[in-house]
């Protein structure tokens, strides 16, 4: 009798065993999604540590500053910064940043900012690099816009000498502004920059905004969206405006590495808005973000 029912607590043990690991490989894996820092803008600025761990907390696996200034990040060394990242698990991916095209009085003193620009992103840890904004000559002739071109191209050579990919972020007035009647900004930007040095981080909800179809550039200019900004109206899948099972579609195309969510408006605080984005993200079948 005892051998018995040994042999069956045995069986049992097994069976349990065999049955929590199939409930443990259907859950969903956590997706390497990441949180664009101005999203919680109101708090990072009071308590740098305490956001950082809240948004380590709410599942997010990496950052995208936008508090680069003088050498430092919202006014920590990179040294600093990257540590703090690394306490809470959450390494700085990309981050915005940059410098209006120069004239040639202030070239010079410009491509030097962006050395030192450079050697502290480096020194933190980045990978990209991100300028998210250009000056009103961009958006007033071929001209202006093809000196933008011509000075993004510079920059990317200098962060890929430090092994860090430089890369432009749009809003929506690069999809409706034309220059004459057939060049649109956002295209012309597209077709003028070397992808060697210059790659698109594409803000879905901002292109919608526009009046484009991200699904169209993806396949207009396959391999040139390496990163994603990942937004909505608010929180992510809140609007029903945005189709993002179809842009999902076209990541491949697209040449996605990595998407990055931002939340500029909120119907809830901002840890709050930015839990639920991820949280939706990580419940939507059809987003493929594999760690």
């Given at each position: 009798?005892?051998?018995?029912?040994?042999?069956?607590?045995?069986?049992?043990?097994?069976?349990?065993?065999i049955f929590l690991f199939t409930?443990?490989?259907?859950?969903?894996?956590?997706?390497?999604?990441?949180?664009?820092?101005?999203?919680?803008?109101?708090?990072?600025?009071?308590?740098?540590?305490?956001?950082?761990?809240?948004?380590?907390?709410?599942?997010?696996?990496?950052?995208?500053?936008?508090?680069?200034?003088?050498?430092?990040?919202?006014?920590?060394?990179?040294?600093?910064?990257?540590?703090?990242?690394?306490k809470n698990h959450l390494p700085?991916?990309?981050?915005?940043?940059?410098?209006?095209?120069?004239?040639?009085?202030?070239?010079?003193?410009?491509?030097?900012?962006?050395?030192?620009?450079?050697?502290?992103?480096?020194?933190?840890?980045?990978?990209?690099?991100?300028?998210?904004?250009?000056?009103?000559?961009?958006?007033?002739?071929?001209?202006?816009?093809?000196?933008?071109?011509?000075?993004?191209?510079?920059?990317?050579?200098?962060?890929?000498?430090?092994?860090?990919?430089?890369?432009?972020?749009?809003h929506d007035r690069e999809f409706?502004?034309?220059?004459?009647?057939?060049?649109?900004?956002?295209?012309?930007?597209?077709?003028?920059?070397?992808?060697?040095?210059?790659?698109?981080?594409?803000?879905?909800?901002?292109?919608?905004?526009?009046?484009?179809?991200?699904?169209?550039?993806?396949?207009?200019?396959?391999?040139?969206?390496?990163?994603?900004?990942?937004?909505?109206?608010?929180?992510?899948?809140?609007?029903?405006?945005?189709?993002?099972?179809?842009?999902?579609?076209?990541?491949?195309?697209?040449?996605?590495?990595?998407?990055?969510?931002?939340?500029?408006?909120?119907?809830?605080?901002?840890?709050?808005?930015?839990?639920?984005?991820?949280?939706?993200?990580?419940?939507?079948?059809?987003?493929?973000?594999?760690?």
């Amino acid at each position: 009798m005892k051998k018995r029912n040994i042999l069956s607590l045995i069986l049992l043990m097994s069976f349990t065993g065999i049955f929590l690991f199939t409930l443990d490989s259907c859950k969903p894996a956590k997706k390497n999604i990441g949180l664009q820092l101005y999203s919680i803008r109101d708090s990072i600025g009071r308590d740098i540590p305490g956001a950082i761990a809240k948004v380590a907390k709410m599942g997010y696996t990496f950052v995208e500053p936008a508090g680069y200034s003088n050498g430092k990040f919202y006014g920590l060394e990179p040294a600093a910064f990257k540590a703090l990242l690394k306490k809470n698990h959450l390494p700085m991916l990309s981050s915005h940043t940059g410098q209006e095209a120069p004239d040639s009085a202030h070239l010079a003193a410009t491509m030097a900012w962006w050395d030192s620009c450079i050697d502290a992103h480096a020194a933190a840890g980045a990978k990209f690099i991100v300028q998210p904004f250009m000056g009103k000559s961009a958006y007033e002739s071929v001209k202006g816009l093809q000196a933008y071109c011509d000075y993004f191209n510079a920059v990317g050579a200098k962060c890929n000498a430090k092994g860090i990919r430089f890369g432009y972020h749009n809003h929506d007035r690069e999809f409706s502004t034309k220059l004459d009647s057939t060049t649109i900004v956002y295209d012309y930007m597209v077709q003028h920059t070397d992808p060697s040095k210059v790659m698109f981080e594409m803000d879905l909800y901002w292109a919608v905004i526009g009046g484009a179809n991200p699904v169209d550039y993806f396949n207009k200019y396959p391999g040139r969206f390496e990163l994603w900004h990942i937004k909505d109206k608010e929180e992510i899948g809140a609007s029903g405006m945005m189709d993002f099972k179809s842009i999902w579609a076209g990541a491949a195309k697209a040449g996605l590495k990595y998407g990055v969510v931002e939340v500029e408006r909120y119907n809830h605080d901002q840890f709050t808005s930015c839990k639920m984005s991820n949280d939706w993200l990580n419940a939507a079948e059809f987003v493929v973000m594999p760690l």
